[in-house]
């Protein structure tokens, strides 16, 4: 019995989650009730004391879902990232152009995927409230992922330009780069318009991974090899 509680706990609390993500995304913090919460959730009025306190604990823990979403998404290749950052800055192993230019161009192309994807629609709409009108729930998605994912591409972009990867050139040049893909979610009628595609099918995607590859080539060309003409 206690087993089967816990189960039906759990989801009723991910229903919620589901729930607010969903409708705090279409018409924010203060146009979302905790009736109107419940009521798409299928669950009961007191649910949400139950589970998050409170309507403002609610929306924390989607903000929290969200980055834990974004981590999940890009776990296995985050942590060899991020590992092999961290050895350079101990000065074990340097980072090369050419090794900074590869992880730099998997991380991109691991966000481009996830960004042009229909499962980051309705994150996309917390997000961009969240970057208009920040809330308590912002630090939750920028210390949760976003910031350590733009120091870890800071560092990358510094090594191909030879350049601090805490300057202020060196950040600019890395948001852009993580901005560009990131328009393929964030105005992605817009990109579907100008394109002339229906829906980011597989072949556009690959269309998208190998204009990360050009991004990329971009902050620092590959030198030519010698010899070739």
Known sequence: ???????????????????????????????????????????????????????????????????????????????????????????????????????????????????????SEPWARFIVREQMQPTAAFSHLYDGVMGPLLNICSHLVGTLLHEDPASEHVRLRTLSLVGSVLMFRMAHAAVLAALSWDVIDDKCLATIEALVVELVASIAPVPPTVGAQ
């Open 1 to 119: 019995m206690s087993g089967r509680r816990i189960e039906r706990g759990d989801q009723t609390r991910e229903k919620l989650l589901i729930a607010a993500l969903d409708v705090f995304g279409r018409v924010g913090f203060d146009g979302a009730t905790t009736r109107m919460l419940c009521e798409k959730a299928g669950a009961n009025q007191q649910a949400i004391a139950y589970y998050f306190g409170n309507k403002e604990g609610l929306y924390l823990a989607v903000a929290t879902s969200i980055a834990d979403g974004i981590k999940d998404h890009i776990a296995p290749l985050r942590s060899l990232v991020f590992a092999r950052v961290e050895e350079a800055r101990s000065g074990t192993v340097p980072l090369g152009a050419d090794e900074a230019r590869r992880l730099l161009t998997e991380i991109i192309q691991r966000m481009a995927a996830l960004f042009a994807s229909s499962r």
